[in-house]
């Protein structure tokens, strides 16, 4: 009898979902290898980010991010090669590197920027 509960209730707690990950947040999106990876190229604000020498993109200042706005802020990390065909900023949007909620981290970090 002990047995038969005890594979009930493996059986149950195996049923249930797993506890999910808390979503990265935009400054954790703009570090990682693995999605933003932003860091690599573009400096932020000291305290607001990791400390990079990075110079390959522009330096990426809260005053500046805030004329742009959102909209082209968002535009420009889905597809930057629609306003700079040249550019070597990846689509994070059109190739999927980033979903739209994690696009929306990313422009929601870059709006904050002191």
């Known amino acids: ?14 049923a249930l979902p797993a506890a999910a990950a808390p979503a990265p947040t935009g400054a ?10 932003c860091i690599a190229c573009h400096q ?14 522009p330096a990426l200042e809260g005053r500046r991010m805030r004329e742009l706005g959102r909209a082209a802020l968002r535009a420009i990390v889905v597809d930057p090669m629609r306003a700079n065909p040249g550019t070597v900023m ?3 949007g059109r190739h999927r590197i980033l979903d739209d909620a994690e696009i929306d981290r990313v422009v929601d970090y870059l709006d904050a920027l002191p």
């Open 1 to 14: 009898m002990r047995n038969l509960a005890a594979l009930v209730l493996a059986a149950a707690a195996a």
């Open 28 to 37: 954790e999106l703009f570090a990682r290898s693995d999605k933003g990876f």
């Open 44 to 57: 932020v604000p000291k305290g607001a980010g990791p400390a990079t020498r990075s110079d390959l993109g």
């Open 90 to 92: 990846p689509p994070y």
